[in-house]
C-alpha cells in the first residue's frame, strides 16, 4: 500500500508540539499569554540570547518514546507527526547544519527524533515530521519580514534581536540552515509517511519547488501538505482548528486540532475537549473524508499530561 492509500485510510493521528517553549508553559517574569504557548518568544519578545539559556535547562528526564507512541496506538491512532523544529527554530534532532539542536545544546544529549523513529517502527505507527522551513526566530534571516505584526499582534519574525526587516534575506536562511536540515530528516530517520510544513510566508515559488522535490528525491513516497506553500503539496491541510462541513470525494484531506487551547505546553490551559466530543468531531471529519490530526503539547520533562492520555485511550473504537 502507498501512503496516498494508506493516508485516506488512516483517519486519525497525534500530533506533538514539544521544544523549548515547554519550559515556559505560558508564562514569562509574572505574565501569562492569552495565546499558544509554542509562540511565547515573539509573544514575549523574549531575546535570543536570553532564550537560548533555556537549552542549558531542558533536561527531559521523563521522555519515553515508547509512552507517547504507544499511547497514540492505544488511542487508535495511526500516525505521529512531531516538530522537528519549530518557529523558535531550536532543533529537536541532531544536526550537523546547526548546533542550536537537543543534543548539542542541552544537557539531554538524545536525539528524540530517532527514539521515537525507532518506538514507530516497533509498534506499527508511521511517523511524519513537522518542519518549519519559513521562520526561524534564531536566525538573522529568518522569513516573516514582509507580514509585520499581524499575528495576534505579534510579529512573524524576529524584529526584537533583528530590527532591520528592509535588509533581511530569507535566502540566507534558507541556504545555509533550512535546505541542509530538511536532507538531514529525510536521510537520517527511515521511512517517514510525511513532511509537515508550516506558515509559508517568504519563500518564492522556487523555494518551495525545491523543497517539494528533495522530499520527493530522498523519500519519493513520502507526503507534503499544502503548508509548504506556493500552491504545492500533495495534500490539505485545513486551517488550525477547523472542522469543515463539506465531503471531500477526492484527494487527501487533514484537519490539524487541539485537544485544549493550546499546541505547545501551557500549565494552565485545562481546557480540555472529552472523549465524547473528540469521538464525535472524529466522525464527523472522518465520514467527509478528512483525516483528524490531534495535538498534545508535552510538558518540560517530557510527559504527555495525564488528563490527555486519560481521554485519547478513551477514543478508541
Known sequence: MNNKQWFREAGYGMMIHWGLYALIGGEWRGRRMDYIGEWSQSYFR????????????????????????TLARDSG?????????????FALFRSAADAYNICDATPFGRDVIAELAEACYKHGIKL?????QDLDWHEPDGGG???????????WTNDWDYPDNDNKDYTRCYESKIKPQLKEILTNYGDLCLIWFDTPATL???????????????QPDCLVNSRLGNKLGDYRSWGDNEIPDEYMHDGLYESPATL?????????DV???????????????????????LNVG??????????ACDILRATKD
Open 46 to 69: 523574549i531575546p535570543n540570547e536570553t532564550y537560548g539559556k533555556l537549552a542549558g535547562a531542558f533536561n527531559p528526564i521523563e521522555f519515553r518514546a515508547e509512552d507517547w507512541v
Open 271 to 293: 481546557e480540555w475537549k472529552q472523549a465524547d466530543e473528540v469521538r464525535r468531531i472524529r466522525r464527523h471529519l472522518n465520514e467527509r473524508g478528512i483525516n483528524y490530526l
Open 260 to 268: 485544549n487551547r493550546t499546541w505547545g505546553y501551557k500549565a494552565f
Open 128 to 132: 511524519g515530521l513537522y518542519y518549519s
Open 77 to 89: 491512532m495511526k500516525y505521529m507527526v512531531v516538530t522537528s523544529k519549530h518557529h523558535d527554530g
Open 204 to 218: 518564492t515559488e522556487i523555494q518551495s519547488r525545491e523543497l517539494y522535490d528533495m522530499v520527493k528525491h530522498y
Open 298 to 307: 508535552p510538558d518540560h520533562l517530557g510527559r504527555i499530561p495525564a488528563p
Open 145 to 155: 519580514y514582509t507580514r509585520g505584526h499581524t499575528n495576534a499582534g505579534m510579529s
